[in-house]
Nanobody
């Protein structure tokens, strides 16, 4: 059974840091492109960061220089290091795997206070 389980969310003050983790099971992790998305209240879900099977990364303009996506294939885990957090980063953050098609985690809440 495919499972993506996010953890690491919470409440943090502006300027602080959080590290999100997504533990995957039931997928071929090492050959998967892995993504982090987020959805803020009243907004559509948006792609925050992507890491390919070769380790290439891509980021939304709004988080470039502040967020870092990484993966540990031995642990079947993808991470999102979030630094210099801003109130506009407040959202539910979701882990996503391309294979099997469109696998999603349940999300973890990140709240950044001003």
């Amino acid at each position: 059974q495919v499972q993506l389980v996010e953890s690491g969310g919470g409440l943090v003050q502006a300027g602080g840091s959080l590290r999100l983790s997504c533990a995957a099971s039931g997928i071929s992790f090492s050959i998967n492109v892995m993504d982090w998305y987020r959805q803020a209240p009243g907004k559509q879900r948006e792609l925050v960061a992507r890491i390919t099977t070769s380790g290439s990364t891509n980021y939304a303009d709004s988080v470039k220089g502040r967020f870092t996506i990484s993966r540990d294939n031995a642990k079947n885990t993808v991470y999102l290091q979030m630094d210099s957090l801003k109130p506009e980063d407040t959202a539910v953050y979701y882990c996503h795997a391309w294979r099997p098609p469109n696998a999603w985690g349940q999300g973890t809440q990140v709240t950044v206070s001003s």
